[in-house]
């Protein structure tokens, strides 16, 4: 296959695969935050109650203890925490956030869509032989490749071109 129909294969994985995983990514989110909402409304849940481990008991500093009520479902099992998982070196989720952070108002796309575009951007790249980013390399590449202060843009199709460009190099 000539360079032109890779490219090609690789837009249409881009366009088309991205949104059924979209569609999966938010109605996990969904069930998560309706999950974390379940239980920071379920009695003995709030922080407040007596249980060794909460910052609340007798005996507790409160320090380094949170409820489960008090993380955002955001960081907790978020676009953040999904591309920290992907990396799988140890990286803390918040890294990516603030990155995830700047780039989203650049982009028409939501942060879990975002994540779905850099994993599938990294996929790409690594079946065709460029091995040297992650995640989170690739992530920070997109936030320097996509311009502030311009109205938004696709960066589905950003991602696509930064990855043939890659590929070129």
Request: hydrophobic share 35%; with cysteine.
């Amino acid at each position: 296959m000539n360079k032109g129909k890779k490219i090609a294969v690789g837009v249409a994985v881009l366009i088309a695969v991205p949104a059924l995983v979209a569609g999966v990514v938010l109605g996990v989110e969904n069930a998560a935050a309706h999950d974390t909402s379940t239980a920071a409304s379920t009695p003995g849940m709030s922080g407040t109650s007596n249980s060794p481990n909460s910052p609340n008991s007798p005996g507790s500093s409160g320090v380094g203890h949170s409820s489960p009520a008090a993380k955002p479902s955001a960081s907790a099992a978020g676009p953040a925490q999904k591309l920290a998982d992907l990396d799988g070196i140890g990286r803390p989720a918040d890294q990516y956030q603030q990155v995830l952070d700047a780039l989203a108002p650049r982009c028409t796309e939501d942060k879990p869509r975002l994540t779905v575009v850099v994993s599938s951007t990294l996929a790409h790249l690594k079946k065709n032989g460029v091995d040297d980013e992650d995640a989170f390399s690739l992530l920070q590449h997109l936030e320097q490749f996509v311009p502030a202060g311009n109205p938004r843009v696709n960066c589905a199709s950003a991602a696509t071109t930064y990855a043939t460009q890659r590929e070129g190099s």
